[in-house]
């Protein structure tokens, strides 16, 4: 077990330059940004790159928390309706209390969302449940309140003037503020995972939880700590897209769960925790939204869309996201 | 003496799930305003082996460990398939029948493959295969609709003899031909040795490739007849992410109050059966109390949740922490 996969893994300098699965990644974001400027031009102007940008940062943001979940072994399939959670409570908190309302909409979607990652770290960590079953269980969960919010009667579904400006606003240069909102996002994401011991530890829990715990970490509250940062990075995501689309609608996170884990697979990072970094999500983000809107662009009806998506995904991890040959 | 209790200890959780459902199959029946009825009866039961197919596939990865989010996908598709295929003749139906049957196994197969030869995680797999297969569902059968052999389908939807659902009749003789061999040859006793230690069953020259290639290709099929039986009932096919979304859902939860874990290695599928039957009866129980329609999608999740919470009495039976790890 102790010997190494990859001889550069030894040394650090070189593990970052030489990363197989950044590599891969990022040359087919290229590829493809080549293969889409001879279908068109338009494909690398940079109108349509910074727009692709500002698309993929809800991506983004939704892929930093599940990723932070996959770091430790575990995996978030509570993100669908925590995303259309966020949004819903942001905008009716917006509508039952006026001006403060709209001052308190963010932060409450956003904590909604980190509520439901709270009860599903709990069911993780002392309930010890899989992860996967106790979140889309959740997700049920979820789903069954918001159904409950919405029906009987109508709370307000308009995004704020704030949600909205953060959203689409393009202030800075022409950079759009979703955008920012991603590399703000990402930079907190990098150092808590490098540069502070909880990065440390997630790692070390995604490794072997046993170890990590015969080390004196407190494993459990690593594992709450991470559903909890993944379930607000969901619910900030839906109170951005309602901004982005100016409403907040039922099941609006339903699309967002495959692409989600995907680009966070494809950025290198093991599904079965303790390896991965976030440049790899970076570029697993944009690979994914450059796929769908190749797609988009080329009038691809949904059902060869989808066989696409499916096919393109399974070809890049048989690539280079195999499991080892380990039975020794 | 020994060998009994030794039985019941083994098999707790089917015990349990089957006096679940009996209790709440009691309630409804005497709760339901006609009483039971051959046609009560046989509608609850056609709706009931639908998720009780999809959860007997379920059971085939988890067993191993494994898990397929594709089974719901696999019973759209083959739902789709067969609305187009299943037509005609009965002789053109049967043969619909077979190849709908043959293209489930298919892609059964191709998980399996993927995840053996391609060493992939399950988990992802099957979310992307199940991507391509809900994409050829939408290929096949773009907007709702189609047909399928009525004299087949009033057959397998209607009752034997006057009293029996036959619905029922094809889960039974599902688990005498397809289940029981299964469970007691080589590759279906080896499917628990991976479940419960992979690297043992190995170093103890345990099928392991062919062992999981055919829990995977064996789901597919089950999903197939799952999605075949749909078919039947609704006489139209239907490519809907939700009713796939939530047909893999239930199936796991179905598994789960069966008495299989999730872990892999212990369980079987007749206790999946009687925990997609335990699901079925609490829907069918929110009718008969009268919910309210807007609170029936909260309550069926905290059922769901609460029956998946289960598991975690395993937590009470652990004598060192350490093995809480594994």
């Not at chain 1, 048989?318 to 039975?327: H, K, N, Q, S, T």
């Not at chain 2, 892609?107 to 399950?122: D, E, H, K, M």
Request: proline fraction near 4%; include cysteine; aromatic fraction near 10%.
């Amino acid at each position: 077990m102790s010997e190494s996969k990859l001889p550069v893994a030894t040394i650090p300098a070189l593990r970052f330059a030489f990363d197989r699965s950044l590599v891969i990644a990022f040359s087919c974001i290229i590829l493809m940004l080549l293969g889409g400027a001879l279908y068109s031009r338009e494909f690398l102007s940079p109108e349509y790159l910074l727009q692709q940008l500002q698309i993929s940062a809800f991506l983004g943001i939704i892929a930093s928390g599940a990723m932070m979940v996959i770091l430790i072994g575990h995996i978030d399939l509570s993100i669908p309706w925590t995303v259309t959670l966020g949004a819903m409570m942001a905008t009716a908190v917006a509508g039952w209390f006026g001006e403060t309302g709209n001052l308190l909409a963010i932060p409450v979607g956003v904590f909604c969302g980190a509520m439901v990652g709270l009860l599903n770290g709990l069911g993780v960590a002392y309930l010890r449940l899989p992860s996967m079953i106790f979140t889309l269980g959740m997700n049920a969960v979820v789903q069954g309140l918001m159904v409950l919010h919405t029906g009987g009667f109508a709370p307000q579904d308009h995004a704020t003037d704030a949600m909205h400006f953060l959203a689409v606003g393009r202030p800075v240069f022409g950079i759009p503020n979703a955008l920012l909102i991603w590399v703000v996002v990402g930079a907190l994401t990098i150092f808590l995972l490098t540069r502070t011991a909880f990065g440390r530890r997630v790692y070390a829990v995604g490794n072997r939880e046993a170890a990590a715990y015969l080390s004196g970490v407190n494993t459990n509250a690593v594992i709450i700590w991470c559903f909890v940062l993944s379930g607000a990075a969901a619910a900030f995501a839906g109170v951005l897209l309602a901004g982005y689309s100016t409403k907040a609608y039922q099941a609006m996170g339903d699309p967002y769960l495959l692409p989600a884990i995907a680009a966070v697979v494809l950025g290198g990072t093991n599904i079965l925790g303790g390896r991965g970094n976030y440049l790899g999500t970076i570029a697993g983000v944009i690979l994914i939204t450059l796929l769908q809107s190749i797609l988009a662009v080329m009038q691809m009806p949904e059902a060869g869309r989808q066989i696409i998506y499916g096919v393109v995904i399974l070809a890049m991890l048989l690539a280079y996201g195999r499991g080892d040959i380990d039975r020794k | 003496m020994n060998d009994l209790r030794h039985r019941i200890h083994h098999n707790g959780g089917l015990l349990a799930a089957i006096g679940l459902f009996i209790v709440m199959f009691i309630i409804y029946v005497s709760n339901h305003p006609v009483g039971l009825t051959a046609a009560v009866a046989t509608t609850a039961s056609n709706k009931a082996v639908l998720l009780a197919l999809v959860a007997m596939a379920q059971t085939l990865p988890v067993l191993t460990r494994g898990l397929d989010l594709s089974v719901g996908m696999v019973f759209i598709l083959a739902n789709c398939l067969a609305s187009v295929l299943v037509v005609g003749t009965i002789g053109e139906g049967f043969l619909g029948i077979a190849i709908v049957l043959g293209a489930g196994a298919l892609a059964g197969f191709i998980n399996g493959a993927i995840i053996v030869w391609g060493r992939l995680q399950p988990i992802i797999t099957t979310l992307a295969t199940g991507a391509v297969y809900y994409g050829i569902a939408l290929y096949v059968r773009p907007g709702p609709g189609g047909d399928v052999q009525s004299d087949i389908a009033d057959f397998a939807t209607g009752q034997l003899f006057g009293v029996i659902p036959t619905a029922l009749v094809v889960l039974l003789a599902i688990v005498l031909i397809v289940w029981l061999p299964y469970r007691n040859s080589v590759l279906g006793r080896a499917a628990y040795a991976v479940g419960s230690n992979e690297q043992a069953a190995y170093m103890s020259g345990v099928p392991v490739q062919r062992a999981k290639l055919l829990a995977y290709t064996l789901a597919g099929f089950l999903a197939a007849i799952g999605g075949l039986m749909l078919t039947f009932n609704t006489y139209s096919g239907e490519a809907s992410a939700p009713i796939a979304g939530t047909y893999t859902l239930n199936s796991i939860a179905a598994v789960v109050i069966g008495g299989t874990s999730l872990f892999g290695g212990w369980g079987s599928a007749i206790g999946s059966i009687f925990g997609a039957f335990v699901l079925r009866t609490i829907e069918d129980l929110l009718f008969v109390f009268d919910l309210d329609p807007l609170w029936q999608p909260l309550f069926q999740g905290v059922v769901l949740l609460a029956a998946v919470s289960l598991g975690a009495l395993r937590v009470l039976r652990i004598r060192n922490r350490l093995e809480l790890f594994a």
